[in-house]
Structures are given as structure tokens and as C-alpha cells.
Nanobody
């Protein structure tokens, strides 16, 4: 059974940094695209970043481009999201997801098959 567990969230001041981790189990994930999304209260879940199975290709949402970096360590079945220059608008629950089947867009929630439980990130002004 596929399981994704996020960690690393917390409270940080504006301008600070956090690194989120997503540990995957149940499969060998080096073949699969993985993504990070976030959801703020009262808003839809928003695309943050995705990374290819090899880690050579990445893409970012416009609101995080230049500040966030997605990476992966396939030996550890773990995906990371390094978040720098955090802003209060980055406050949300952050979710990682894995794309097992080829369907939907890489930057939409419908393009992913399994999700973690989320980790809260709060940025104070």
C-alpha cells in the first residue's frame, strides 16, 4: 500500500526558511513524478512544484518560483521542498502526492493518485 508522510512544517517568521520532507513507502518511487501542493483556509488546493522520477526535471507554480526548490533522494524514497524567503501568503497545509498513472496535468490535483496527510506551514508577519 502506498503511503506518503510529510514532515518539517512549523511556524516561521516572514523571510525565513523551512524544508519539508515527504517519505514514501509501498513502492519504488524512482519511476514516478511527485508533486507538492498547498491549501490555505477557504481556498482550493494549489500547485506548488513537481519533480520527475529522475529528479532532472522540475516545474514550479508562479507564486513560488525563485523561492522554493523541489528535490528528491530516490535512495531514501524521499522528496523535499526547500522554502526560502517565506511570506505570510505561503501559510497553508502542504501536501505531497505521487503520480502513478499517466492521467491529467502534472500541475493539477487530478494528475496524482496518492496523497499525504499534510503538514502545516505558518508564516508570521
Amino acid at each position: 500500500q502506498v503511503q506518503l508522510v510529510e514532515s518539517g512544517g512549523g511556524l516561521v517568521q516572514a523571510g525565513g526558511s523551512l524544508r519539508l520532507s515527504c517519505a514514501a513507502s509501498g513502492r519504488t518511487f524512482s519511476s514516478y513524478f511527485m508533486g507538492w501542493f498547498r491549501q490555505a483556509p477557504g481556498k482550493e488546493r494549489e500547485f506548488v512544484a513537481w519533480i520527475s522520477g529522475s529528479g532532472l526535471t522540475t516545474q514550479y507554480g508562479n507564486s513560488v518560483k525563485g523561492r522554493f526548490t523541489i528535490s528528491r533522494d530516490n535512495a531514501k524514497n524521499t522528496v523535499y521542498l526547500q522554502m526560502n524567503s517565506l511570506e505570510p501568503e505561503d501559510t497553508a497545509v502542504y501536501y505531497c502526492a505521487v503520480r502513478i498513472r499517466s492521467h491529467g496535468s502534472y500541475s493539477s490535483t487530478g494528475g496524482y493518485d496518492y496523497w499525504g496527510q499534510g503538514t502545516q506551514v505558518t508564516v508570521s508577519s
